[in-house]
């Protein structure tokens, strides 16, 4: 990935936000480089770590996949179609087209990564918070400190993230896997 953000999207309320958020639904928003990971790929992270066989009515709460094109809405159809054949299940997640994507206010994004035992290190890296939000590299944090990961493919990726010695041992604690 590229960068994440967290914001609202799919409904028609101007200007949503967490505490009027209308028929919007929370969601997480995903620039990637797709010489490194395909759409196809990042469905299949999706399916895997999403409740696809239950829908709630509430809209904030919705399972649903965004998508921007008319290439992006046959592969989430034809992977949620091939994901109900391999499992036999019904699939209840929502494919909707983006019409428009409101980013969340500042407290939640990379919230995992401010509630870790990085937070303290933030400042250090981030003078204005929407570098935060912008940042690859936090990006990365934030799914580790999420326990997403495998101490492997941190060892690999750790001198990209600009991290000093005991910023590096505070994360390793963090993936510990």
Same mark, same amino acid.
């Given at each position: 990935?590229?960068? *994440? ?6 409904? !028609? ?9 209308? =028929? ?14 395909? %759409?196809?790929?990042?469905? =299949? ?6 409740? %696809? ?14 998508? /921007? ?5 046959? +592969? ?15 699939? +209840? *997640? ?7 994507? *409101? ?5 939640? +994004? ?5 509630? !870790? ?6 400042? *250090?890296?981030?003078? /204005?918070?929407?570098? @935060?939000?912008? !940042? ?17 493919? @941190?060892?690999?990726?750790?001198? @990209?993230?600009?991290? =000093?010695?005991? +910023? ?10």
């Amino acid at each position: 990935m590229i960068s *994440t953000r967290v914001g609202y999207a799919g409904g !028609s309320t101007n200007a949503p936000t967490y505490m009027r958020i209308g =028929d919007h639904t929370e969601t997480v928003q995903v620039d990637f480089d797709p010489e490194r990971i395909t %759409y196809r790929q990042l469905l =299949d992270i999706l399916w895997d770590s999403h409740a %696809y066989t239950r829908q709630t009515n509430i809209p904030q709460y919705k399972n649903a996949i965004f998508y /921007h094109n008319e290439e992006q809405r046959q +592969q989430a159809v034809a992977s949620k179609n091939a994901l109900e054949q391999r499992t036999g299940k019904t699939v +209840q *997640t929502d494919i909707v087209p983006v019409q428009s994507f *409101t980013l969340a206010e500042d407290y939640h +994004q990379k919230y995992l990564l401010k509630h !870790s035992a990085l937070n303290h290190f933030l400042n *250090t890296f981030y003078e /204005h918070h929407i570098d @935060l939000i912008h !940042s690859t590299a936090a990006a990365r944090l934030n799914g580790y400190a999420g326990g997403n990961g495998s101490r492997e493919q @941190l060892l690999r990726e750790m001198h @990209l993230l600009g991290l =000093d010695d005991a +910023q590096n041992k505070v994360l390793e604690k963090l993936v510990g896997k």
